[in-house]
């Protein structure tokens, strides 16, 4: 099992969130080709995570489905007052995803889920216009997620799972606006948690109310990093102030907030089916980053106060013979509320266009491939509770995001 | 893994780049140069003209970073989008600061500041400086800063002789002395021959700066118009001040070139004048009783004034010392007071909101005279003249800088070819704490990012924040449109 958690771990790393904050919905090359809908599609084993109920409803004994969406996002901040410009430098992401649902009896399905919701990776130049709020920051998650779904009737069913839910985190920036070392490199800290666990759990429910008309809902929980007496390393110090500042260890919370989803599909006829997805992130879980170090640094303060967001979902599909091709667009609302933007997740509203195509090499085998491509509008933003020697310093500008992904995957049915 | 395996993964790698590559472009980038250009101005020769602000001086010293980024410079870096020019600077030859004379080190011209955060307090940075005044540089210089030159001294030939450094009194600065073009030149010669197209003039300060950090110690030399028999703590008269400063105005411009005045900051902007509080002295019970024991026989003697119709009971009040437990007011000599010496009292009271304490006082608050001394400054001995500035040393000060800055800005209003920029404005602005959109920097010392260690001169951050103050009024004045600077890529104080 360790072996395995480190190399999901090497997969997963460094995926860019795109997402409004740092969900990263990558979950599925089916799904992401259908504008990432599913809370109310049965045909694969992506269900596990759309919809845990969905897994009795899907036609095969046994489905297993996986994938991998290599991502890359960047983002760029100018302020034209200043001239002062930077753009990020990100790695490619590779969120990973691996399904499988096994049929017990017309009423029970089992599965298990892997994959990467949670996400971030941003790495704006050294030293940059805003490096007192970030230099560069990298979080990764693995949900590990066995499930089991129970069928009352034709109509109704009811999943449920529960997460086995790794983290790492490592975040780097300069202690202030001006304090560098007898060099004039400036003073910066990073912190890094790895192997941060925690447990988390979704339930879902599918009503089948007709032939052509599915319903489902999905509640995934919240989900707490706490790191505890993690290191965190304190460089180009001046030597004056290296006694205050030793490298030591930090205190923080993440939390990783809660998803509802409600979803509709609408089947025109046996080869054409149209999605809708509507989810609610609860990101007013997200109150703040606060970092306490056990040196003179003290606490850090960084509120956040994320609002709850929406994200609206369509997605179609059409069959042609042994080919699937798929469309989809969302709008994806940003859970920052003004004056609380900051450099480490620098996500504005969006529009998602997503496309997908598989190919069913046989009957047990199919290939899927999924594109997406994220609409930013530049916009006008700023950090207003930066706080250095008992005053608040605004940080404001211009950003500009850009993110496209491009997944594959394979599908084995029995 | 055989190779081929290798170049298909490398292959994939490749593809997926491609595939991938998106870089976020904003419709109107900063930095695009095709918007820049410089109006009206002629910025191919660019000069400037002035004192320590000018040559770039911070942390008590003149080193290389802060004349890197001196507000010339940060300027003349910008003019050069717009089609500005080569620009020299007198360099000094280390990050040290500190001068050599002949090869000996003089503690009047010590290092740079660094703060020790142990000691909470500056200290000149450690080494040997290399910088010698006797080995003067050769050609010209666009950067005509000379720290501590007052506005006479613009037109005075032979303050750059170098026999006038060593003179006893010193008729010559040593700043000047290292890249003066001849012994006899003067600053204003030097800068003129240069042909400016375009100057930037900022001279004044030390006209009432030196006054102001000697503690006012100096004389108003209100009425005299002969600057050669001033001393170097006096205060310039601004009949004086007004003529030679139009004067240089006309010989800068004679080239035809266009320029900006700067007018002089208050000394209540200045952190130098407003770190240490009136009221800077802690002090328990016990103390409390002895010093109000001790100061009984000075209370009841100004009672007897006062009954003597020798003081009014304002008087009295004013200079009655007392003390509560706590934050107490330091006591001060006072030389406006009235004399009562006949009577054996000092002319002490103890400071108000209204005195503005000296920085370099604040080490010497508390501690004894002298070693193992049982009198301790500004307890029970009063702190001098040359520690405090006085409201009535104030009122001179302001009355003689509103006189400087009324001249500044007549001039430049009475010529189209000249633009003023107040200064003193944007330093009350960042007084309150000033704004630039990413960051932002305040007057407190040390931590306020503004300021260096000497209280006086700016940081490089704050020097940038004075450069974009006169982008903005170049850019508005003259029609032109030349990129500022980001303030934060600026350094602040350096620690120890």
């Not at chain 1, 980053?289 to 709850?308: H, K, Q, W």
């Not at chain 2, 001039?411 to 920029?421: E, G, Q, R, Y």
């Amino acid at each position: 099992m360790k072996r395995l958690l480190l190399i999901l771990l090497y997969f997963s790393i460094s995926s860019s969130a795109f997402a409004g904050g740092y969900r990263l919905s990558l979950q599925g090359q089916k799904s992401l080709g259908m504008g990432h809908t599913g809370g109310a599609i049965t045909d694969s084993a992506e269900v596990v995570f759309f919809n845990p109920a969905g897994m009795t409803f899907l036609q095969s004994e046994l489905d297993i489905t996986g994938g991998v969406t290599p991502i890359q996002g960047n983002s760029a901040f100018q302020n034209q007052i200043t001239q002062a410009g930077a753009e990020t430098d990100n790695p490619l992401g590779t969120p990973i995803n691996f399904y499988a649902v096994k049929k017990i009896n017309e009423q029970v399905s089992y599965g298990l889920g892997i994959y990467t919701p949670f996400g971030n990776a941003v790495e704006w130049e050294q030293g940059w216009a805003g490096s007192h709020l970030l230099n560069t920051i990298e979080l990764q998650t693995i949900f590990i997620q066995p499930s089991v779904a129970y069928q009352f009737n034709d109509v109704l069913s009811i999943g449920i799972g529960v997460s086995y839910v790794t983290g790492n985190i490592e975040f780097n920036r300069n202690l202030s606006t001006s304090l560098a070392d007898e060099n004039g490199v400036r003073s910066n800290v990073t912190i890094e948690a790895s192997g941060v666990n925690a447990w988390g759990y979704n339930i879902g429910m599918l009503a089948r109310i007709s032939p052509t008309i599915t319903f489902g809902i999905d509640y995934r929980s919240k989900v707490e990093l706490e790191a505890r007496n993690e290191p965190a390393d304190f460089r180009n110090i001046p030597s004056s102030l290296q006694n205050a500042f030793p490298d030591t260890t930090f205190n923080a919370d993440l939390v990783l907030p809660a998803e509802f989803t409600l979803a509709m599909a609408y089947h025109f006829n046996a080869h054409t089916v149209v999605a809708v997805d509507f989810n609610r992130t609860f990101w007013s879980a997200y109150e703040n980053l606060n970092v306490n170090f056990n040196n003179s640094a003290g606490t850090s303060l960084n509120p956040r106060n994320y609002e709850d967001s929406n994200i609206y979902r369509l997605g179609v599909q059409h069959q042609i013979e042994q080919f699937a091709f798929r469309a989809g667009v969302y709008i994806d609302k940003t859970p920052v509320k003004p004056g609380y933007f900051t450099p480490e997740a620098p996500r504005n509203d969006s529009i998602g266009i997503t496309s997908g195509l598989s190919y069913a090499i046989s009957e047990n085998w199919v290939l899927d491939l999924s594109y997406l491509f994220l609409i930013f509008d530049e916009f006008d933003a700023s950090y207003d509770f930066y706080q250095q020697s008992g005053s608040t310093i605004p940080f404001s500008g211009e950003y500009k995001n850009t993110a496209i992904a491009f997944g594959f995957g394979v599908q084995y049915k029995i | 893994m055989n190779t081929k395996i290798i170049r298909r993964s490398f292959g994939l790698t490749l593809l997926l780049t491609t595939l991938l590559a998106c870089n976020a472009e904003f419709d109107n980038p900063v930095g695009d140069e095709t918007h820049f250009n410089s109006g009206s101005a002629d910025l191919s020769h660019f000069v400037s003209l002035g004192d320590s602000l000018t040559a770039g001086y911070a942390d008590a010293a003149l080193y290389l970073h802060g004349q890197e980024n001196s507000y010339p410079a940060i300027l003349a870096t910008q003019f050069a989008k717009v089609g500005g020019g080569d620009f020299n600077q007198p360099l000094v030859s280390d990050n040290l600061g500190g001068l050599l004379f002949g090869g000996n080190a003089n503690p009047a011209f010590p290092n740079r500041l660094i703060l020790n955060a142990e000691t909470e307090s500056p200290e000149p940075i450690a080494g040997i400086s290399t910088t010698e005044v006797f080995s003067p540089l050769t050609g010209a210089f666009n950067n005509m800063g000379v720290p501590g030159a007052k506005s006479y001294h613009l037109i005075t030939p032979g303050y750059g002789d170098p026999a006038g450094v060593s003179a006893s009194p010193a008729t010559a600065n040593p700043y000047f002395a290292r890249f003066a073009s001849e012994a006899n030149t003067t600053m204003l010669s030097d800068a003129v021959s240069q042909q400016p197209s375009f100057f930037v003039l900022w001279v004044g300060n030390n006209d009432v700066l030196s006054y102001a950090s000697s503690g006012g110690t100096g004389t108003n030399q209100l009425g005299n118009l002969h600057p050669s028999t001033y001393g170097s703590d006096d205060l310039t008269d601004p009949n004086l001040f007004a003529s030679i400063y139009s004067q240089v105005v006309t010989a800068l411009s004679a080239a035809g070139g266009k320029g900006v005045l700067i007018n002089i900051p208050d000394i209540s902007a200045i952190p130098f004048f407003t770190t240490v509080p009136f009221n800077a002295l802690p002090l328990d019970q016990e103390t409390v009783d002895l010093l109000t024991s001790g100061y009984a026989e000075y209370n009841a003697g100004l009672q007897a004034a006062f009954q003597g119709s020798l003081i009014t009971s304002d008087e009295q009040q004013e200079r009655s010392i007392t003390f509560s437990v706590g934050q107490n007011a330091v006591v001060i000599e006072d030389e406006s007071l009235t004399d009562l010496t006949g009577l054996t009292l000092p002319s002490i009271r103890q400071a108000t909101a209204n005195d503005l304490i000296l920085l370099t006082t604040a080490s010497k608050i508390g501690e004894p005279v002298s070693e193992g001394s049982t009198s301790l400054w500004g307890v029970n001995t009063p702190l001098a003249d040359e520690d405090v500035l006085t409201p009535m040393e104030i009122d001179l000060i302001t009355t003689a800088r509103l006189a400087f800055n009324a001249s500044i800005k007549g001039i430049a209003d009475s010529n189209d070819n000249i633009l003023f920029v107040d200064v003193a404005e944007l330093l009350n602005e960042v007084q309150q704490g000033f704004s630039y959109g990413t960051g932002s920097i305040n007057a407190t010392y040390a931590t306020g990012d503004a300021f260096s260690l000497d209280g006086v001169h700016l940081t490089a951050r704050g020097y940038s924040v004075v450069s974009n103050e006169i982008i903005d009024t170049i850019n508005t004045g003259f029609q032109a449109n030349i990129p500022k600077v980001d303030p934060g890529a600026y350094s602040s104080i350096s620690f120890k």
